[in-house]
């Protein structure tokens, strides 16, 4: 269970990056995923990796703290990406990881994109 210092640093962080993720910047949802299904036409199954999570530049197992400086809000995808790898690595090197894989369409499913590239306009 997170802490409720840290969830309020998520929120600060993730109001701080206009609602986008550290490492994708692609839109995340924070309390409930139904808006965010709907305004993007998401399936559930797909906007779970868009839950916002707080992200320890500074890994914990670093002995990265709780501290303002050190929160930033990613998403659940790129924030367990990172932390799943036999070796974890910093926060900027998996940054620039998630970008170039990104661009190369290699980071999220294609529907994301397609989802995403739809953007916020009104629904056709
Ligand atoms: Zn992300």
Redesign the pocket.
């Known amino acids: 269970m997170p802490s409720n210092k840290l969830k309020n640093l998520r929120k600060q962080a993730a109001q701080r990056q206009g609602g986008r ?1 550290f ?2 910047e ?1 839109p995340m949802w924070d309390d409930s995923p139904r808006e965010f299904i709907v305004h993007y036409g998401l399936s559930p199954r797909l906007a779970k990796r868009f839950r916002c999570t707080a992200e320890h530049l500074e890994a914990r197992r670093d002995g990265g703290k709780d501290v303002e400086p050190n929160i930033v809000a ?2 659940l ?2 924030n367990t990406t990172r932390h799943k790898a036999t070796h974890p690595v910093d926060a900027a090197r998996h940054a620039s990881v ?1 970008r170039s894989r990104l661009a190369k369409g290699r980071w999220h499913p294609p529907q994301v994109k397609a989802a995403f590239s739809k953007g916020t306009g009104p629904p056709v």
């Open positions: 993720c490492y994708c692609l990613a998403c995808f790129c998630v």
